[in-house]
Every structure is written in structure tokens, then in C-alpha cells.
């Protein structure tokens, strides 16, 4: 308010002439001067080093000069700073034009406050003053509560996250005493007396404070209150974690003691290799865990607690007690489905993290290998109740459905893949879930022809495979592989290929999982993008999942002894001759000249020429039980405005380098509310998005037109979306004639 009252006493003088006289002999009020100048005054000073009499007058005679001068039509203020009396050429122009005196800069600002908001004012001098500075920007609500006591006139609250941010910078504009006020309430806060340092020290003093009562877990509710405002600022975000990074944590801290809504990832690292280290105490575990707890739920600290917390809790809390319930095949994989598939996402997690420090995941792979231990022994106890539903699927499927359909048939992407990314989509769509066997051996050669083919038959080229499909179907079917999908493709039967799991983890071994959450955020997108193109049902299947070695130990493979001639994989074995080994599997699949399939009883590889890490073609239930999802709208989203392209087929042969389109907004007769939609032009030149044009708002019964060029391409897809929803709205395919462009001429 102190800034408000100046210009009204300002703006009253001005109403008589544009020269005003401010008095302010103290130099007190100076800080008014920036606030005054925004206003669009000109402002001429007096200098208070000139101290000889002829130099005050000279000083005044060419301040009065500049103002009828440079600054005729402009309003002046005059800022002296000398008592009225002393005046000389300024002194008839606070009676002729106006003046403010703040002489008594006090006074004036009792009269203020009295005047504004009937308040007793209690308030020492030197106070009342540090106030005035402080009230720059305030309104009378923040006086009242200043005068009641209501209120602090420094609020550490709101200021100590800038000034920490920028301890130099905050101070720049600020008085002696406002400056002296706040650094004394720091002091204050971290329990010291006051004391003349320089400013970034008294910032690190008041950060190492804070970070030591949070490792102590002895920080009082004022500055926890501030610290979480910190957290969940993004305009300072970075500054807290440059103070984190230069932090030293006492290495005689105990870990276990902390405030659970600390910023130090180190020390989650140092209680996790306590938890891993004494991972077969239970009672141990079970209690840390236990602390764990409020920090791992914590939404204040959420941005600096560990994804992999979850992960680990995973694990150590899961139960494997239903298992005991499940007395056949369907429902071990029933089990599997529901609840273990999340403890292999757990462990892989843990892989990506940590995979280079075997102090870590040794201890939590082998808690995950007991479990798997236990599922896996149910599991193959009811393998003779094993019955593959993945041969023919997809001619079978391709025949049930009506036009209209996307398929994605994805290499390796296991069931824990898939629930991720239907945790991901169901609050955007329909996600109905089911579950395929994969057929054995669980690789890709033979599981894919079970897919497109059926009948046992192996076909080892997918080029092969399609044709087959497309064949024994009899339908149009567009094949795509899941990369190359946009906006604009039009199929009635749509299947795209996804092998990037497969394929990087075959090259790269557990290297590959790192990659994976990329993986799983290509599947969503894709699948969002196929629904909001219009196809109605997305189906998502695979030919196989797989198993993570992880630490693997010589010792943890199998040497297979084999009778006759055979082909040992990491996975399976095939063989001419029938085995006798219990230990193993039997399946009488054919292939080539091998009569046989073995797989072992277990997740451990059989010693073959392969890269062990990421493998399938085995039995095991991360192998061989695979999604079979199907993504849909819930229902219709209302269309609103009906958008369509008028000029499709004079864009089906183009002359010259530029084309147009024609985009007319129609309301239909069931939707007359529906006034404006917002829509944007896409181009896509082999599979890539070249050009798009701004987000415009159409109207109904209007027309736009868009002008754009081939860029060099013959080809290309115009597509209509929603800008809104993403939705395709209509698309045309644009094509280049090779006829000369003659500019009109005939």
C-alpha cells in the first residue's frame, strides 16, 4: 500500500499542474523512486553531497531548467532532499504546482494507516518504517494483520525458498534494515545469534541446517512446511538439488532414523544394502521395511524416493501361500496372471537399476528364486494338463471379426509387459483380457507360424507367413510393421509386427532391459493411436514371453546328457531318439528331422553355444503363458462438428509443386450445440510426418483451405485430427502427376 498512497498524493497534486515537489530531507523514503518512475513520471533529483549553499541554488536553477526544457509536456517530479526552508528555484513551484512533504516520513505514514485502516498503530518508529518498505505491493489486509500482531513483517515462509535460490540477488532491491530484519529472523531459525556474513554463506548455513534436522529427524513443523513447499516447486527445483548435490552426509548418520520425506537417494541406497545384506533375517527385514513405509507412500517427497522401493517391497511382500489352493494347470496360470506376473516385473526392474552391483541383486534374486521355485514346481506338476490355444489364432480371428480391426503381434512381449500397459490405457479405454498358451517350443519361428499358420506347419520366413494368412483368410489384410504406423492408414484388416523386444534382448542379453519401459511406452502409444484412427477393436498378441538369468553361475546350467543325435538350445533341447531324463519335459513336436521337444523342469539353461541372459523356448510360466488383449472405445465419442475434405479426388493427380485442401465444418441434424471444433492438418511422406499446419478453430458451415507443398515427395497422406481428442477425422491420399506444370498456357 505505501507505493499507492505516494502516487494518490502524487496524483492529487497533479491535478493542479504536471510539476510536484516531493520533500524528503532524510533521503528515507528513496525507495518510493523505482515505484514512482513505473507510473510514467520523470523524475529530476536533487544531490545530497552538494553541501555549499551556491551549489544547492546552481543545482535547483538547472533542474528547473531540464523540466521547461527536455521535459516541457512531460510530468516531473522533483526529489529533494533538504528541508523546505532551504529551498530556492523549487521553493515558489511547491505553492505554484505541488508538493508532497514527506519530511516527516513517520507522520506521514501514521496518518496513512490511521486514515485506511482505523488500527491503533503500536508500531516503534524505526518499525513502522522497515514496514513501509515491506508493505510495497501489500494491500490493507496485510496491514491490519501487521498492526494487530497478526501477522510478522518478514515471513520466512514465503521468502526463504527465493532467497536460497538466489541469496545475492534477493537482496538487490531491499533496504539496509529490511535486509538486517530477514537475515536476523534466519539466524533465528537455525538457532544462532546474529553475526555479519556474507550472504551465499548464510544461505549454505540455513540449507545444511535444514538437511541436518531432516537426517535427524528433528525439524521443526515451520521449516518441514518449507522444505515441502520447496519440494513441490518447479521453479526452484533445480537449486534444491544443486544443494543436494554439495551436501556431505555424516557417514556416523543413522539411516534408520531419518525424516521419511528426505531428498538423499544415497541413503535409500545405503538402507537397501542393509535390507539385502541381511536378507534371510525376516524380522530384520520386516521391521526396516516396516520404516520404509510412510516414505515409500509419501506424496511430498515423491519426485526423491526410489522407483525401485515399490519393487523391493514387491518381492519381500509377496505371497505365494494361494499356491497351495491351485490343484490344476489353469489355475497356476490363473495365479500367475493375477498376482506373480508382478513379481517378475519386480526383479526385472530391479535388474535394469542395479545390475552392475551383484551385492544387491544376488540377495533379491535369490529371494525371487525361491518364489519362482515354488510357482514353477506347481506349475510343471500339472503339465500334462498342458494344451496350446495358439495354433490357427489368427485365421480363426481374422474370419470372427468385422472389418475395422488392428492387430499387433509382438515378438517376446511377455504377460507382466502387457498388464503394464493395460494398467496404463484403462482409464482411456476398454481393455479385455485373456490368456494364450504359447506353443512349444516357446521361440519365435514356431510360435509365429502357430499364429498366422495353424496345423503344426513351420514356416521360417514371415514374409511366407503373411502370404499364408492372407490366403487361407481370403481377406484384405494390411501388413505394417508397428514403427511405420501414422495417422492416415486405412485398413479393414490391420496386423503390425513389433519385434523389438525379442530382437534386442537376443543381441544386447540382460543389456536389453533397460530398453524395455521404452518398449512398453512404443505399445501404448501405438495403441492409443490405432484407436483414436478408428479402428474399433486392438488386439494384442505374441508369439512367446521369456526368462531373465540374471547372476548366473556355471554351476546353474544344465549339461544335458542326450541319446542320439540332437540340437541343444538355452531353452530346449530337440532330439531324434526319446530321452529317459525326468528331470525334462517331453513334447513329440516334428521339425526337420528331430522327432522330439525337451524342455527342462526348471528356469535354469541347458550349456549351449548361446549368450545367456534373456532366452526363451522353454516351458516355464513366464514362457508359455502370453496376453491375449483387446483394446476399445468404451462407446461413441460424441463426433461434435462433422469435418470432412471436399476436394479428394482433384487430389488424386496434382500438377506442380503446391496443392490445396478444401476443409468444410458441417453440423449434423442430431448435434446442433456443437458450434466450433478444433482441428489440425498433418502430412505424412513414407511414414514420416514432413508438415502440419497450425491448430485452427472451424465453425459450423465454414470452409477453410490450407496451401502446402510436396517437399520434394510424390506421395504423401493428408490427415485430418481432432486437436482436441487426437482423433482421426478424415484423410486423403495425395499424389504428384509427372505431367509439365505450363502455368495456365493452354
Request: with cysteine; aromatic share 10%.
Amino acid at each position: 500500500m505505501t507505493d499507492k498512497w505516494i502516487i494518490q498524493d502524487i496524483e492529487k497534486q497533479m491535478a493542479r499542474s504536471h510539476r510536484v515537489v516531493i520533500i524528503d530531507p532524510s533521503g528515507e523514503c528513496a525507495y518510493l523512486l523505482p515505484h514512482i518512475e513505473k507510473q510514467g513520471y520523470t523524475i529530476l533529483k536533487t544531490d545530497a553531497s552538494n553541501k555549499e549553499e551556491w551549489q544547492r541554488i546552481k543545482e535547483e536553477l538547472m533542474l528547473r531548467y531540464e523540466a521547461e526544457s527536455k521535459h516541457k509536456s512531460d510530468k516531473v517530479i522533483f526529489y529533494v532532499t533538504r528541508p523546505k526552508a532551504e529551498l530556492s528555484f523549487l521553493f515558489d513551484y511547491c505553492f505554484t504546482h505541488g508538493c508532497v512533504d514527506l519530511s516527516n516520513p513517520v507522520e506521514w505514514l501514521r496518518k496513512k494507516l490511521l486514515t485506511t485502516t482505523g488500527c491503533q498503530i503500536t508500531l516503534e518508529n524505526p518499525m513502522l518504517l522497515t514496514a513501509a518498505k515491506m508493505g510495497i505491493g501489500k494491500d490493507i489486509t496485510w496491514w491490519k494483520k501487521i498492526l494487530q500482531n497478526l501477522e510478522e513483517l518478514v515471513t520466512i515462509e514465503d521468502e526463504l525458498i527465493p532467497f536460497l535460490s538466489s541469496p545475492e540477488g534477493y537482496f538487490w532491491d531491499k533496504e539496509a534494515d529490511v535486509k538486517r530484519l530477514f537475515e536476523e529472523k534466519l539466524f533465528e531459525l537455525i538457532g544462532q545469534a546474529y553475526r555479519k556474513i556474507p550472504t551465499k554463506t548464510l544461505a549454505t548455513e540455513v540449507v545444511n541446517y535444514l538437511f541436518s534436522s531432516l537426517l535427524n529427524n528433528a525439524i521443526s513443523s515451520e521449516l518441514l512446511g518449507i522444505y515441502h513447499k520447496w519440494l513441490d516447486s518447479h521453479t526452484y527445483s533445480k537449486t534444491l538439488q544443486d544443494y543436494i548435490d554439495t551436501y556431505k552426509i555424516d557417514p556416523q548418520l543413522n539411516i534408520w532414523n531419518v525424516h521419511p520425506d528426505h531428498c538423499f537417494v544415497a541413503i535409500d541406497k545405503n538402507q537397501l544394502q542393509q535390507i539385502t545384506a541381511n536378507f534371510r533375517n525376516k524380522v530384520f527385514v520386516k521391521e526396516k521395511l516396516q520404516k520404509l513405509h510412510h516414505r515409500i507412500k509419501s506424496r511430498k517427497a515423491a519426485s526423491f524416493v526410489p522407483q525401485w522401493w515399490e519393487d523391493v517391497i514387491m518381492l519381500f511382500d509377496f505371497d505365494n501361500k494361494p499356491l497351495a489352493h491351485c490343484n490344476s494347470l489353469e489355475k497356476v496360470a490363473t495365479f500367475y496372471t493375477a498376482q506373480f506376473q508382478k513379481a517378475d516385473r519386480a526383479i526385472r526392474n530391479i535388474y535394469a537399476e542395479f545390475l552392475q552391483e551383484e551385492e544387491i541383486v544376488r540377495p533379491l534374486q535369490e529371494h525371487y528364486d525361491s518364489l519362482n521355485h515354488e510357482l514353477s514346481q506347481h506349475w510343471f506338476d500339472y503339465s500334462n494338463q498342458f494344451q496350446s490355444n495358439q495354433q490357427g489364432y489368427l485365421p480363426q480371428l481374422i474370419a470372427q471379426s468385422k472389418p475395422g480391426i488392428a492387430i499387433i503381434v509382438g515378438d517376446g512381449v511377455r504377460y507382466e509387459i502387457a498388464a503394464f500397459i493395460a494398467s496404463q490405457l484403462q482409464q482411456k479405454c476398454k481393455v479385455t483380457i485373456d490368456v494364450m498358451f504359447a506353443d512349444m517350443p516357446s521361440e519365435t519361428e514356431h510360435n509365429m507360424s502357430a499364429l498366422y499358420v495353424g496345423n503344426n506347419e513351420v514356416l521360417p520366413l514371415h514374409k511366407d507367413r503373411e502370404k499364408r494368412l492372407s490366403e487361407s483368410t481370403g481377406k484384405e489384410i494390411t501388413y505394417l510393421n508397428l514403427d511405420a504406423l501414422h495417422y492416415g492408414i486405412k485398413a479393414e484388416y490391420l496386423i503390425l509386427t513389433y519385434k523389438d523386444i525379442d530382437s534386442a534382448g537376443e543381441k544386447l542379453q540382460m543389456g536389453a532391459i533397460k530398453l524395455f519401459k521404452d518398449f512398453e511406452n512404443v505399445l501404448t502409444e501405438k495403441i492409443q493411436l490405432l484407436l483414436n484412427m478408428g479402428y474399433h477393436h486392438v488386439h494384442l498378441v505374441t508369439d512367446h514371453g521369456f526368462v531373465l538369468t540374471g547372476l548366473l553361475d556355471e554351476a546353474d546350467k544344465i549339461d544335458p546328457i542326450v541319446a542320439g543325435k540332437n540340437e541343444v538350445h538355452e531353452r530346449f533341447v530337440r532330439t531324434i531318439e526319446k530321452q529317459t531324463d525326468k528331470d525334462w519335459l517331453p513334447f513329440e513336436k516334428p521339425y526337420g528331422e528331430f522327432k522330439y521337444v525337451y524342455a527342462a523342469r526348471s528356469q535354469r539353461p541347458f550349456k549351449s553355444k548361446g549368450v545367456y541372459g534373456f532366452s526363451h523356448g522353454g516351458f516355464t510360466p513366464q514362457e508359455i503363458i502370453i496376453p491375449n488383449f483387446v483394446f476399445s472405445k468404451d462407446a461413441p465419442v460424441a463426433k461434435g462438428l462433422e469435418v470432412n475434405i471436399l476436394n479428394k479426388k482433384e487430389l488424386s493427380e496434382v500438377t506442380g509443386e503446391l496443392f490445396g485442401l478444401k476443409i468444410q465444418a458441417t453440423a449434423k441434424v442430431d448435434d446442433l450445440f456443437s458450434a466450433s471444433r478444433k482441428i489440425q492438418v498433418l502430412l505424412y511422406a513414407n511414414n514420416i510426418t514432413y508438415s502440419s499446419s497450425n491448430i485452427i478453430s472451424m465453425a459450423t458451415e465454414t470452409t477453410q483451405s490450407f496451401d502446402f507443398s510436396f517437399g520434394g515427395h510424390s506421395e504423401i497422406i493428408a490427415v485430418v485430427v481432432d486437436a482436441s481428442t487426437q482423433e482421426q477425422i478424415d484423410s486423403v491420399k495425395i499424389k504428384k502427376s509427372n505431367a509439365r506444370d505450363l502455368g495456365g498456357l493452354l
